[in-house]
């Protein structure tokens, strides 16, 4: 079945850093999806991706639509404390919708 | 606050016992979701329910029964699990089985002794 990758799997940045993660598979998808999830609760859509080269920002956040439709990228800048947690990518093709693993973020002040 | 609320937040059950995990959206979609997260695990989707109707079932062992009485709320019924089965079981709504922006409940931590 498709599968997403996600990396890097962890990463510890300094509060203020920019962040950088992206999500890659060998299938075409339609639609990228970046949630964030908190420890102790349900994960939160972020950003939604519905087109290849689309670039969306939400905030700090800004997400990429690969070209090739195979990958999507996500930054986020001048990092806080409050970004911790763990960063899923989805992608979705008709009726097929997959998780990544996930990234999970560390920030130190 | 999503929208969507799950009950209980926590949950500790022998292998013998039945329960029930309840879910509530109050966003007014028409699909619902069961998903479980285990540890390292990608999310792994159990069941969606459009318009009440089961639409995916995704190969879950039959000690896992869904029931959604109406568009907005869903219950996922417990009985003989196993100890395996332990894992943060997350409810999430959409406007349709066809939309992709899913919102999601902040989850029942179960764990079967």
């Known amino acids: 079945g498709q599968q997403l990758n996600q990396s890097p799997q962890s990463m510890f940045i300094q509060e203020g850093e920019d962040v950088s993660m992206n999500c890659t598979s060998s299938?075409?998808?339609?639609?990228w999806l970046w949630y964030k999830q908190d420890p102790g609760e349900g994960p939160v859509l972020l950003i939604a991706?519905?087109?290849?080269?689309e670039l969306t920002s939400n905030g700090r956040l800004t997400a990429q639509f690969g070209i090739t439709r195979k990958d999507s990228f996500l930054n986020i800048s001048a990092s806080i404390p409050s970004d911790v947690g763990i960063y899923f990518c989805?992608?979705?093709?008709?009726?097929?919708?997959?998780f990544g693993p996930g990234t999970r973020l560390s920030v130190l002040p | 606050e999503t929208g969507v609320t799950q009950t209980p937040r926590h949950l500790v059950m022998g292998m013998t016992n039945k329960k029930s995990l309840k879910c509530e959206q109050h966003?007014?979609?028409?699909?619902m979701y069961w998903y479980k997260q285990s540890a390292k695990k990608p999310l792994e989707l159990m069941f969606v329910?459009?318009?009440?109707?089961?639409?995916e079932n995704n190969s879950v062992p039959s000690r896992f029964s869904p029931e959604c009485p109406n568009s907005s709320h869903l219950f996922l019924h417990l009985h003989t699990l196993q100890p395996e089965d332990s894992a943060l079981y997350l409810c999430?709504?959409?406007?349709?089985?066809?939309?992709?922006?899913?919102?999601f409940g902040p989850g029942t931590r179960l764990t079967v002794t």
């Open positions: 999430a709504s959409s406007q349709g089985s066809l939309s992709y922006e899913q919102y």
């Open positions: 299938s075409i998808f339609n639609t």
């Open positions: 991706l519905y087109k290849a080269g």
């Open positions: 989805a992608g979705a093709y008709g009726q097929n919708f997959v």
């Open positions: 966003l007014g979609h028409n699909a």
């Open positions: 329910y459009n318009f009440k109707e089961q639409t």
